[in-house]
Nanobody, 120 residues
């Protein structure tokens, strides 16, 4: 069984920084693309940033220049460094990953979500 576990959310003032982490665990054969999504109250879930297995990154226009996604393949972990946070970044942040498990089945996995609140 494969699981994603996020950490690092919390309350921060506007202009502050947070670093989210998401570790994949369980019966993993291969880990492919990973990403971060967010969902604010009353809004649809949206993509924030993605990173391929080769390290190619993509960002939503709203976070370009402020957020940085990275991964440590040895630790099966993806990170999201968030700088210059704004109140509109407030949302539940979810980790997502495409993983082939030990039975060689490709699955799309989600973490449980971590709350990020930007407020003074």
């Amino acid at each position: 069984q494969v699981q994603l576990a996020e950490s690092g959310g919390g309350l921060v003032q506007p202009g502050g920084s947070l670093r989210l982490s998401c570790a994949a665990s369980g019966s993993i054969f291969a880990l492919y693309a990973m990403g971060w999504y967010r969902q604010a109250p009353g809004k649809q879930r949206e993509v924030v940033a993605t990173i391929t297995g080769d390290g190619i990154t993509g960002y939503a226009d709203s976070v370009k220049g402020r957020f940085t996604i990275s991964r440590d393949n040895a630790k099966n972990t993806v990170y999201l460094q968030m700088n210059s946070l704004k109140p509109e970044d407030t949302a539940v942040y979810y980790c997502n990953a495409d993983i082939i498990d030990s039975d060689y089945v490709l699955g799309d996995y989600w973490g449980q979500g971590t709350q990020v609140t930007v407020s003074s």
